[in-house]
């Protein structure tokens, strides 16, 4: 079982940033993605970046030049750093992480909270 502890939401104005954490129970070596997804009230989850184990990155279209995913694998950690935020990115965060053969595992979720 992988566990994942995410960090590192909060409440921020519009145009403020963020930069949430989640770092993973197991060694990055065993993981090929990792990824943020997020899930607004009455929305369904959807994905906001994903990073592969190669370091190739993928973001949803909305979120392209606002926010980088990055992987630290020393730290077995994974961020996204959200600049220029905006009320419409209010979320519920979840990182996840993707282990051969078919592993598939969710954080908790983190709050963030974009004030207008």
């Known amino acids: 079982q992988v566990q994942l502890v995410e960090s590192g939401g909060g409440l921020v104005q519009a145009g403020g940033s963020l930069r949430l954490s989640c770092v993973a129970s197991?060694?990055?070596?065993?993981?090929?993605?990792m990824g943020w997804y997020r899930q607004a009230p009455g929305k369904q989850r959807e994905l906001v970046a994903r990073?592969?184990?190669?370091?190739?990155?993928d973001y949803a279209d909305s979120m392209k030049g606002r926010f980088t995913i990055s992987r630290d694998n020393a730290k077995n950690t994974v961020y996204l750093q959200m600049n220029s935020l905006k009320p419409e990115d209010t979320a519920v965060y979840y990182c996840?992480?993707?282990?051969?053969?078919?592993?598939?595992?969710w954080g908790q979720g983190t709050q963030v909270t974009v004030s207008s």
């Open positions: 996840n992480v993707k282990v051969a053969p078919v592993g598939n595992y």
């Open positions: 990073i592969s184990s190669a370091g190739g990155t």
């Open positions: 197991i060694s990055m070596s065993m993981i090929n993605d």
